[in-house]
Structures are given as structure tokens and as C-alpha cells.
């Protein structure tokens, strides 16, 4: 079974919670990593009614995905997001960091996944590399 038609197959079945919405990303957003998502996303904004629409996209990806939103408004995640960190890394700490502390069900790479799919489904054109 090739591995689109697995993915397809899981998906379909609801087999693995966690896969799911990595595997959608990987479909809508198969050529933007992390890096290049947040760096489309925080485009053009320079203050907090700037990143509304871009916040809003994210919100609407993890309803799709099924994933809490709750995690993505939390002010360390939203820091981490939109004003301080520009390394995708330190960025996925501060995420980790808030699931351990909130005691999420979430997982890091379900969360890069909604930034992920909310960049390609924004309606402006993504400039990257």
C-alpha cells in the first residue's frame, strides 16, 4: 500500500489521533516547514490588530484539525508566536513547555501542523524561499 493510500486509510478510520493532523499537513503544506510558516504568517504585522487575521486562520486550522485552542492563545505560545522568538525551535520549546504546564492533549508537531495548514489556506500569496 503506497503511503498516501496508509495516510488516507488512517485518516478515514480516525486510527491514530496524533497522525492526523501531521498527515494533513504534510497534503495541504507538503513544501513549507515550520520556519517558513511562521515567517508567512507574522508577515506584515506590526502590532496586535495586525496578527488578528493571521490568528484567526490558525484558530480556524486547529478546529479543522480538532486539536484545543485554548493552547494557542495561551500568552506564552502567543509571545513565543507573534513577538519574540524567529527560531522555529525555541518557538516549539515554548509550546512543549505550555502542554506540560497545561497539562494539554495536545501534541508539538499537532500544533506546527495547524501553523502549517493555516499559512497555506491564508487568501494572500506566501512569498518563501
Do not use: K
Amino acid at each position: 500500500m503506497s503511503d498516501s493510500a496508509e495516510s488516507q486509510r488512517q485518516l478515514s478510520a480516525g486510527a491514530d489521533e496524533t497522525i492526523a493532523p501531521t498527515v494533513m499537513a504534510n497534503r495541504e503544506a507538503a513544501d513549507l516547514d515550520f520556519q517558513s510558516a511562521l515567517n508567512a504568517l507574522r508577515e506584515g504585522i506590526d502590532g496586535y490588530g495586525d496578527r488578528i487575521h493571521a490568528s484567526a486562520a490558525v484558530l480556524r486550522a486547529t478546529d479543522d484539525l480538532d486539536i484545543e485552542t485554548d493552547l494557542l492563545t495561551h500568552p506564552r505560545v502567543e509571545q513565543a508566536v507573534w513577538r519574540y522568538e524567529h527560531d522555529p525551535d525555541r518557538v516549539r520549546q515554548q509550546i512543549d513547555l505550555t502542554i506540560e504546564r497545561e497539562d494539554a492533549a495536545t501534541t508539538v508537531d499537532e500544533v506546527v501542523a495547524a501553523f502549517r495548514i493555516a499559512t497555506v489556506r491564508l487568501d494572500t500569496p506566501l512569498e518563501t524561499d
